[in-house]
């Protein structure tokens, strides 16, 4: 397997934080954009982008994919995709466990999969001619889940499992989405987090969610929990040292905010290393 | 049920803003705390509000012209009449304009379309393809004998626009967040006269501002590549107290110093 890149600890490139990057250089390791923010003809968001990359390495994170969906895959989308993959040069570029649409439409959600063999066989299929397309290994991340369909052949994180194996793809392991995902399901998180194969695990997501009593919904517009903190322990023991970054979308913070949840980050990481005995030379 | 059976319903249940359509809600699993109608509701629900936020973000003044509730029918007939085959939220809203000028319940309301023309070009502009603007020393660089057979090449970023008289008025009142909101909603009358508005970008930074007849003329005229020589002629048809070719060089020298003109070359 290609080795990946140890990125350390990164945010969500978002433009109300463009200037204070520029005129602070902050501590961090790297940004991830939302790839189709700037698969656009130019202006301000492409040279934004520019400078960015010349200070930080970059991770590109898509939602158009639509992995799953039963529509042909667009390629007029993946070549616009490998487009701005020339111009960032990324570290890797990722896309989510779902579809968006189906009949040519795109309803601009990340919409769940039944977890049965058949929707398996297909995401793995795609994936590869996707793969091969584009030239370079897939990270694909779990998405966070409101409803759960009948019929279901396996569990979630089996799905995933063989989905990395069989494909031949890298994860995005999203460990508020895991937490979200098993609160609105009714599963244990942990048994999600034991059973990732860790050495297809390229990056961590981490962010928040609003409760809604009965459910939680993935609005990347609040803190990380504690709940997914405690998670993000278990699931950095298990795949040791792969990029992590924070992701915040709506009800921005002052960006002193989102460094001191990666501080915690490090912090956590730090601890978690003392504790591990060291290996004899 | 298939994959593509599902997914084809899932989408029409979300489309149709139906969270109780049988035979998806069906598909779900039961839980014991929250009926199932409630949790497929997250996602239809999200749907309207989602494709409303982008027409919120792109077309600002004209929620502030029509008003929160207006607005809102608004987003709804369009996202039922137009659900997204794009790739991206970005090209979404593009049909906003056309939408209003094609309904019968808005296409009356010249100031509406007006204003929406107004905020999709500021959109296209701002990430329009990139052509560093020309300096005005290109013009100085020619010869005078030249001058007649120059043409113009112009940002990708520019628009011309023909909007109903008073848009740009409504577009500053719309967007003062001083104003209140329920002065931004009174219909000032649309009569039937037109204003010309160029949009475009310089220096990463949007622009746009009005153009007086013959400017409009002059520049409409240019970016369809005739020169200079042809243009002093239109315009000196159309106003013939000021001497073409000063009016002409006028023109031409805000076009560079805005940053509108991207090259100069001269006609064979």
Known sequence: ?281 | MKLGELQSAFQAAIIAGDETEAQVVNQIVPKEDESRETLFGVYVHAYLLRHGDYLEEDYPALRGYLGDRSFRSLIKAYVAAHPSRNRSARWFTTRLPDFLRESARWRANARAIGLAELERALTDAFDAADAPAEDIGALARRAPEEWPRLCFSFSPSLHVLQVAAGTLDAYAVATDETIDAKKKAIKPPADDRLEAVAVWRSNLELAYRGLEDDEHLALQEARAGKSFGDICQLVAFQKAEQPAEERLAQFLVNWFSEGMVSAVTVAD
């Open chain 1, 1 to 281: 397997m290609d080795q990946v890149p140890r990125l350390g600890y990164g945010l969500g490139l978002r433009p109300v934080y463009y200037e204070e990057i520029f005129e602070t250089s902050p501590p961090v390791d790297w940004f991830e954009i939302i790839s189709e923010n700037y698969m656009i003809p130019g202006g301000r968001p492409l040279a934004m982008l520019d400078r960015v990359r010349a200070d930080y390495p970059i991770v590109m994170h898509g939602v158009s994919m639509s992995l799953a969906s039963t529509d042909p895959l667009d390629f007029d989308y993946l070549e616009e995709l490998k487009e701005l993959a020339r111009r960032v040069e990324p570290a890797w570029i990722s896309d989510h466990l779902a579809w968006t649409g189906v009949h040519g439409l795109n309803l601009h959600d990340l919409l769940p999969i039944p977890l049965t063999r058949e929707a398996l066989d297909h995401v793995v299929e795609r994936i590869g001619r996707v793969q091969d397309y584009l030239g370079r290994r897939l990270v694909v991340e779990n998405a966070s889940t409101y409803v759960a369909f009948a019929g279901a052949e396996m569990a979630e994180w089996e799905f995933v499992a063989e989905m990395a194996e069989r494909a031949d793809c890298l994860l995005l392991l999203d460990v508020n989405n895991v937490f979200v995902a098993s609160v609105n399901h009714g599963f244990d998180p942990h048994a999600y987090i034991d059973a990732i194969p860790p050495r297809r695990v390229a990056q961590f997501h981490m962010a928040g969610h609003t409760d809604k009593g009965t459910h939680r919904i993935d609005t990347h517009d609040q803190p990380v929990c504690e709940e997914v903190w405690r998670l993000y322990e278990r699931a950095r023991r298990r795949c040791g040292d792969v990029a992590a970054m924070i992701e915040r979308d709506d009800n921005f913070p002052p960006f002193s905010e989102l460094l001191a949840e990666l501080q915690r980050m490090r912090d956590i990481d730090a601890s978690l290393a003392a504790q591990t005995p060291r290996s004899a030379a």
